[in-house]
């Protein structure tokens, strides 16, 4: 019994261990998540090809970035990625106009063309619409199902374009490997992330989160500016 006693004490303390652990390596991951967000977006709209036209970036109602999205083979499969979501906001709730804060969501199952062979894909996703934003309040959107994804358009093709901006619920971007340009994605689910959202906001439902009703945190004003400076 002596030694069930020592074995269960050791074990007791380890569990112990690991729960303190737990949250701690869970915020790591989440600042982690914001920083590479911010860097994401950073790098994408300074491509040498111009990024995401300002005409397309301006009238986009959420930006979603999913940083190093993890896939394998030639446009078949994918594996997950974890990433982050901010929807435009007019001035109230205390606050000025600009981005909410970003609600943390996950990207899985989802199957992409023109990437052969790329292992890891910066992606930006811009949700258009109040319908579009609307879909992502729900705990599991289907994409292609709930919404479609649609390649966006580049340069001066996005001149050529810009009723895409009216018609279109979500426009999908990808930086592999140096290239940039529009991407289809074709299946794949978003879901929320409702540990790391937990951990940040408490309680917030997302729609609190995205309508400017829970505080941007100081942690995402990297990210924040960005998109104040690129998308106003």
């Not at 729900?138 to 709930?146: I, K």
């Not at 009216?166 to 426009?171: D, I, Q, S, T």
Request: aromatic content about 6%; glycine content about 14%; hydrophobic content about 45%.
């Amino acid at each position: 019994m002596r030694g069930f006693g020592r074995s269960w004490g050791w074990g007791a303390a380890l569990a112990l261990a690991a729960a303190g652990l737990a949250p701690r390596a869970l915020a790591q991951k989440a600042l982690l998540r914001l920083q590479r967000s911010a860097e994401a977006f950073h790098a994408i709209m300074d491509a040498p090809d111009g990024g995401i036209p300002d005409v397309i970036l301006k009238h986009a109602q959420c930006v979603m970035i999913v940083p190093g999205y993890k896939k394998a083979g030639f446009g078949f499969g994918g594996e997950m990625g974890k990433g982050v979501v901010t929807c435009r906001l007019e001035a109230g709730h205390g606050q000025p106009a600009g981005w909410s804060a970003p609600l943390f969501v996950s990207l899985g199952g989802a199957s992409f063309g023109l990437q052969i062979g790329a292992e890891e894909s910066d992606l930006v996703m811009l949700i258009m619409n109040k319908r579009g934003e609307m879909s992502l309040l729900r705990d599991r959107v289907s994409l292609g199902g709930d919404m479609a994804v649609t390649a966006g358009p580049v340069g001066r093709d996005a001149d050529a374009r810009t009723d895409l901006r009216m018609r279109a619920k979500m426009l999908a971007y990808s930086r592999s490997r140096g290239l940039f340009g529009g991407i289809m994605i074709k299946g794949g689910v978003i879901q929320q992330d409702r540990d790391s959202n937990q951990w940040m906001y408490r309680n917030a439902t997302a729609q609190q989160i995205l309508n400017g009703e829970v505080a941007r945190p100081a942690q995402a004003n990297t990210l924040l500016a960005e998109l104040n400076h690129r998308a106003g």
